[in-house]
């Protein structure tokens, strides 16, 4: 394990470099030939040898600015669809006034246009950080391991949050209505080649669901071509075990239809190891000491088929019917747990070995109609309808031999467990923008339901203990409305905004009859304030309210087990989360960023393990703490180091505490808190002159950190890339080696009052990739792949935990 006092040396090192550099700005204002500013045009400031040294693009009002230049001469190219490019030679001495810049009108229509420029891998606009991820080493890996690299994004127990934020993940803007486990098989199915970039919101608006803190916008391509391009794509990753992906995707666009097509399949074989330990108490004394080892063995074979249809139905129309298809059937887990048991003097005293093989199979349906119209004035109307079916069957066979403290077999017992599941999810919405007394004004409602159905039947001649057969109905309605104002004059941008949601919802179990009926309405104000003080300084404060309900198996009282007296289970009785969070930030030169914030959470959700010292028993849940809060302050900074080098930062050093009620420890009051420091550092390098020779380097650290009631050490990551791209652009191969000094797999543990337990889990982090892809067809042309999302999906299962 890699000192934290060196890597946060090295980390520290960057950011002090950069800012004792000199550089220059670059500022100007982009209009059309009637002087009326043109939004959102693309600046790329080129070398003379046409190496891009910076880009940017203009505000709603048409200016731009450029920081952090070199002395020296420069090409300033823009770029807007519909448009003609612009170049114009730049001197740079000292900070430049460029003045208006005039773009004419482009009357052809050009079969496809390839800008081979290096855009930075990192910028600020709006209140959001962009990860671009597209045409760089990232492109050939899945997009759950884009997320991985992605500026403030921590993965914990396949958990993807922004720090500890409560985070929800968007796809092109909708929401994705899937659990954190289901979440994670969708993207490593989805290639990184159909992901332009990764936007990290930690203020969205009330135009955004109420539930969640932070958003993760995941941005795929947009069609802007006529023609027909398709692409296959390959990838072999070795860890302990290979594991492969094969993809295909094919795209059309004439004048009226716009067409996707892809699919994937990705065969895996998966190992885990963990090793745990249980010190149990016998009263106030120590009693017997539990070891275990998990042994796990995944094997699956996922399809996952997308399609998208687009209608211009005229100038003003639009019409888009969008599905995603994923199929893992057969998918089966081979458990082994063996486990030795100790008294308190460490001698032997006993033993048992739990062998567990799950069968399962997994239907995910997700539909989505969305019509969009232009009406006029800066006035347009979305409406748009999705709905999921989402079926999940599983079978688990438990047999566990127990032995005496002599290592002599003493008896067996066997049982099984028949588990099905099966969701429904609605939701409609109608979202409006519109142009109000110079102000952007957005205002909607939105609907959504969710009825699901569980089954789980104990069969075999042996029935753990508090083991029931249970059917668990649960219906969820959530009607939401609201309105967002913005308004920018002069130097000062005021963002306002109210959402109201009114939620009913109730859950029965058929074992303990209605265990949870929620109906409430809540108001999430948000309020954001920036000021411009010049063309180098910025700052902004802004107040956010949100919420956080159960998820669907959160809610679910069943049990997964991985032996007789360990096993995860879900909580009806959980209720929502509050969460209150200001943030102050303060932008220098347009690429240092620092952001100071604190967040408040009454009755937050959390994952906690328990373990039961009388009848020797852990498990696993979700529960409502007390409270949680942290304190942090952030930076993030991003440049280019040399014509071929860049490099992006993520730092943060902050303060976590929580609360909660050890449920088998009389109910005591526990707090639990940790200081601690979370840096990231993207490298992206050019390695020929032609471009063709790209690579990365990424690096990780996070110190002392919460996962529930454990406390995690240190952990540090290092992966690196490279690229190669094939005649012409046509194809690519990459390289990728993750985790190369096989330092993120890190051990949790807890203990307080009489609860001591702790487990180093062991997957497989460090592995070694190749990817290929190769296109045919009017291959340059950009297109309209992307992925659909529904939010409610994301609630109906919960992360692994073991």
């Known amino acids: 394990m890699l000192d934290q006092k060196v890597v946060f040396f090295c980390i520290s090192f960057f950011a002090v470099h950069f800012i004792y550099a000199q550089h220059y700005k670059i500022e100007g204002h982009v209009s059309n030939k009637n002087n009326q500013p043109l939004p959102y045009v693309n600046?790329?400031?080129?070398?003379?040898?046409?190496?891009?040294?910076?880009?940017?693009?203009?505000?709603?009002?048409?200016?731009?600015?450029?920081?952090?230049?070199?002395?020296?001469?420069?090409i300033l190219q823009t770029s807007y669809v519909g448009y003609k490019n612009t170049y114009s030679p730049v001197e740079v001495n000292a900070n430049v006034q460029i003045g208006n810049l005039v773009m004419l009108e482009n009357v052809e229509n050009l079969d496809g246009v390839t800008v081979i420029h290096q855009r930075p891998r990192i910028e600020k606009k709006g209140g959001k950080l962009i990860f671009q991820v597209e045409n760089s080493t990232l492109s050939s890996m899945s997009g759950y391991e884009i997320l991985k690299r992605t500026p403030a994004v921590i993965i914990v127990n396949d958990n993807i949050s922004i720090k500890n934020s409560k985070t929800t993940v968007y796809i092109n803007n909708k929401r994705v209505y899937l659990n954190d486990t289901e979440l994670k098989n969708l993207l490593e199915n989805f290639s990184g080649t159909n992901i332009a970039s990764v936007e990290v919101i930690t203020n969205p608006s009330s135009k955004y669901d109420a539930e969640g803190g932070a958003v993760l916008n995941i941005v795929t391509s947009k069609n802007i071509s006529i023609g027909y391009k398709g692409s296959v794509n390959g990838n072999y990753e070795q860890g302990i075990f290979p594991k492969y992906r094969f993809g295909t995707d094919h795209y059309y666009k004439s004048s009226f239809v716009n067409l996707y097509a892809g699919y994937t399949f990705n065969p895996r074989k998966d190992y885990k190891r963990s090793d745990s330990y249980t010190n149990f108490f016998n009263g106030n004394l120590p009693g017997n000491q539990w070891k275990a080892s998990l042994y796990k063995t995944t094997r699956s074979k996922v399809h996952n088929l997308n399609t998208i249809v687009d209608f211009d139905l005229d100038t003003k129309n639009t019409l888009s019917i969008t599905s995603n298809f994923n199929f893992s059937p057969e998918k089966t887990i081979d458990n082994l747990v063996d486990t030795h048991i100790f008294d308190a003097d460490e001698n032997p005293n006993g033993a048992f070995i739990s062998t567990s093989n799950i069968e399962n199979d997994n239907v995910n349906l997700s539909f989505n109609a969305t019509y969009n119209r232009e009406m006029g004035n800066g006035t347009t109307l979305s409406a748009q309808a999705n709905y999921v079916y989402y079926n999940d069957e599983q079978f688990q066979d438990i047999l566990t031999d127990y032995y005496n403290e002599n290592n002599a077999y003493e008896y067996s017992n066997i049982f099984g467990t028949h588990w099905t599941q099966q969701n429904n999810i609605f939701t409609g919405q109608v979202d409006i923008s519109a142009i109000w007394n110079e102000n952007n004004i957005d205002f909607g409602t939105k609907y959504s339901g969710i009825k699901?159905?569980?089954?789980?039947?104990?069969?075999g001649d042996y029935m753990p203990e508090q083991a029931n057969n249970d059917d668990f109905d649960y219906d969820e309605n959530i009607w939401a409305g609201y309105v967002n104002l913005n308004r920018e004059w002069e130097k000062w941008a005021l963002e306002l905004g109210l959402r109201g949601e009114y939620t009913n919802a109730i859950g029965n179990s058929a074992a303990y009859g209605e265990v949870n009926h929620q109906d409430y309405f809540e108001l999430f104000p948000t309020i954001s304030i920036h000021n411009t003080i010049s063309g180098t300084h910025e700052w902004g404060i802004s107040y956010k309210r949100a919420i956080d309900r159960p998820r669907y198996q959160s809610l679910n009282p069943f049990?997964?087990?991985?032996?007789?007296?360990?096993?995860?289970?879900?909580?009806?009785?959980?209720?929502?989360?509050?969460?209150?969070?200001?943030?102050?930030?303060?932008?220098?030169?347009?690429?240092?960023?620092?952001?100071?914030?604190?967040?408040h959470e009454n009755n937050d959700l959390g994952s906690l393990t328990f373990q039961n010292n009388e009848d020797e028993i852990a498990y696993n849940a979700v529960f409502n703490l007390d409270e949680s809060f942290q304190y942090s302050i952030d930076l993030v900074h991003y440049r280019y180091l040399t014509k071929w080098w860049y490099?992006?930062?993520?730092?943060?050093?902050?303060?976590?505490?929580?609360?909660?009620?050890?449920?088998?420890?009389?109910?005591?009051?526990?707090?639990?808190?940790?200081?601690?420091?979370?840096?990231?550092?993207?490298?992206?390098?050019?390695?020929?002159?032609?471009?063709?020779?790209?690579?990365?380097?990424?690096?990780?650290?996070?110190s002392r950190f919460l996962a529930g009631n454990y406390i995690m050490k240190d952990r540090f990551k290092a992966n690196i890339g490279i690229r190669k791209k094939l005649g012409d652009g046509r194809a690519e191969i990459t390289l990728n080696a993750n985790d190369i000094f096989n330092t993120f797999n890190i051990p949790f543990a807890t203990k307080y009052l009489n609860q001591d337990n702790g487990y180093l889990p062991k997957p497989e982090t460090r592995t070694v990739s190749v990817g290929f892809k190769y296109n045919f067809g009017n291959y340059r042309l950009k297109d309209n792949?992307?992925?659909?999302?529904?939010?409610?999906?994301?609630?109906?299962?919960?992360?692994?935990?073991?």
């Open 43 to 74: 600046l790329i400031l080129l070398a003379k040898d046409s190496t891009a040294i910076s880009g940017t693009s203009t505000e709603e009002n048409g200016t731009f600015i450029m920081s952090q230049i070199s002395k020296g001469s420069y």
């Open 785 to 802: 792949k992307r992925e659909i999302d529904f939010k409610e999906e994301e609630r109906l299962n919960e992360e692994e935990t073991f």
């Open 647 to 702: 490099l992006s930062t993520y730092l943060s050093e902050f303060y976590y505490e929580l609360s909660f009620l050890a449920r088998e420890s009389n109910n005591q009051k526990q707090t639990m808190s940790t200081f601690g420091f979370f840096g990231q550092v993207y490298n992206s390098f050019t390695l020929s002159k032609n471009r063709t020779w790209s690579a990365s380097l990424y690096l990780e650290y996070l």
């Open 452 to 459: 699901g159905n569980s089954e789980m039947i104990f069969f």
């Open 559 to 599: 049990r997964y087990y991985l032996n007789e007296n360990n096993f995860i289970t879900g909580n009806p009785t959980l209720t929502p989360s509050i969460e209150n969070k200001v943030t102050l930030d303060y932008t220098y030169n347009g690429n240092y960023i620092f952001s100071l914030y604190y967040q």
